[in-house]
């Protein structure tokens, strides 16, 4: 078990009378609970919370008029990681996935698996269909994907990423998802905080499904994925924008932190290729 306190505070620049959807607050599951939160807005609006997708991601929504607006969410998250020996854990058989799992093998927005497929076998269908492979493909989008600012944006595709051999966190984890389905391992995006990211930010990673749970993937090896605290998952990032504006509204000002407590740092420090992780 291990505590991370985190935040994000975002200012708009309000121009014409605007609905902002917000998704910020950290998820609850059965291994990451919420200790304490706090959603300040000021100045003062009423930020209406409900959930969305198949994962019940937790949203905000603010009516808000012209001006400038600040957005401050806290908490403090604690994470019971469930953690694995990579050689027993397997790829499940498509015959024994259970149905909820069947929509991460599909063709998405970003990840165009059908498009990949015949990449994803030549390059990887000779390795065993098990963690070790997902890892595998990790290793690969790090090694010939330049993580590079301002080289994507809010239309590329996993396709494009590689054939342009650049993007950052979001695509690194496209790219892999898009591999994983064209393999036939259910694979899902995650949004969320990082614990050791430089510089701090919202990050994007993923979740594959073997042997019976989610394990956490960080393709770009930019955060331990044991220091990951999940905000929402989905299908792509479509589905986990921190995000979205109806009207007219410029982000203007965005800080985000996300630091584990003293003293608890071992799991942290453990090589993501020796340890899978799970926090689902």
Known sequence: MHFVTLGSRLQYEIKAPTVLLINLSIATTGNQAVVTENLFVDPYVYAAPFYVGLEGNRFNRLILQPGVITIEYTATARL???????????????ALLPPHVLTYLNP????????????AFNQFGHLPPNFDRVNAICDWIHANIQYLSGTTNALTTASDVLGQRTGVCRDFAHLAITFCRALGVPARYVSGYACRLEPPDFHGFFEAYLD???????????????????IGAGRDAADTSFATIWGDATLTQIKVWADEQPGQTNLLDTNPAAVAVSTA
Do not use: M
Request: aromatic residues 14%; charged residues 20%; negative net charge.
């Open 212 to 230: 019976g749970n989610w394990y956490l993937f960080d393709p770009t090896r930019l955060a331990p994925p044991a220091g990951l605290v999940r």
């Open 80 to 94: 019971t990681p469930v953690t694995d020996h990579p050689p027993v854990i397997d790829q499940v058989d498509y």
């Open 108 to 119: 998405s927005r970003y990840c165009e698996s059908d498009k990949l497929s015949g990449f």
